[in-house]
């Protein structure tokens, strides 16, 4: 066997050794009863504060908001966000405030949420604002990568519709693109361009501001079972789906030329449909099947054959959705390079991805800088046809959460619409009026605003001593 042969069958790869294994049993969050509704979303959203998961609600759509540290037995009167009026589809955490959250829902509505620094002590049912535009289902919410305060949601009215979430408004709506189900969007890496799977069985490439497809692929996979489309940093696009005989495919696309894939990989043959997690600083795709008891992953290379098995990590227990933790909250101590949040019927379990080092310093090579949570672009930039690359950050000393800014809806006064032209410059009713607030009013707001705060901090300060108590506790039981 020559070395070129030995080089092909023993690729070097920083990420042959990753390792996969399931946090301790009282680091899980217990007791859950994550939603039964059927859709191939991933019930889960996890950011560096919280982990997020739908659940089952009686009369309506909720879905739980936890702090991270707060694993173990989850109370069942444990606040919940519960406004909307159907079951809760898909929720999605804005990447640029680690407070701000997106549903969509059965209701046709999405919602965008501000959660309480420190977590929810009531259950919340008033949203910050309420996006109405779809007339069925909401199903797919997904925010952009790079522009702050724009959201993309997908319904199976099969439009899409971009909102500008700053001022409540839908700017761009895609509504003759898609005869059917859309099954997922995903932004590129800078936010100009979508992908899209649809039931149609077409995978396409959208520029949504100029509203047109630049690329399409008809029977991207031939099997009838949805399928699922998502962007490389490269530009490519990765697709999951099903092949004429029921197995399972990954395949690879270069969009300036979609006639043929660079690649498919047949995977197994099972009928769960395979969800896509994609780390772009390393190249490692992540594919969990829904219904699966299993995560394989695989490494992207830029020359053929381009997709290369790593490992699977496998359980017991088949998972019913999936968290997956942006690289800014991963323990770069530890060489942790992807968290996972798995969801069981009753349970939450965090799975960690380690690649295995002798040493203790930085590993550069496996946390080039990432993604932060700064906006690039303000809203109106995005589009006005601006395009903004993410903001890197350096994960040298882990990361530090900075202050976020309050989230504020700025609703465009209504009356302005309504106003004809000749009336424009005589009516004084479209000048919106606010009363100023007295110096006193303000100054008793930040009196109580300071006493909540501190309330909070004694809270979270007692949480602390609670669960170090409960840990003295349990070793003297034992």
Known sequence: MSQADMRRVVRQSKFRHVFGQAVKNDQCYDDIRVSRVTWDSAFCAVNPKFVAIIIEASGGGAFLILPLHKSGRIDKSYPTVCGHTGPVLDIDWCPHNDQVIASGSEDCTVMVWQIPENGLVTSMSEPVVVLEGHSKRVGIITWHPTARNVLLSAGCDNQIIIWNVGTGEAIITLEDMHPDVIYNVCWNRNGSLICTACKDKFIRVIDPRK?????????AHEGARPMRAIFLADGNILTTGFSRMSERQLALWNIQNMEEPLTVNEVDTSNGVLLPFYDPDTNVVYICGKGDSSIRYFEITDEAPYVHFLNTFVTKEPQRGMGYMPKRGLDVNKCEIARFYKLHER????????????????????????????ASLEAEEWFEGKNGDPILISLKNGYVPGKNREFKVVKKNILDHKVTKNTENSSPANKSVSPTPSAKSETKLEEILKEIKSLKDLVSSQEKRIIQLEEQMSKIAI
């Open 347 to 374: 349970k939450c379990e965090p799975i960690v991805m380690t690649v295995p080092r002798k040493s203790d310093l930085f590993q550069d090579d496996l946390y080039p800088d990432t993604a932060g949570p700064e």
């Open 211 to 219: 509203e047109t497809i630049i690329a399409e692929k008809e029977k």
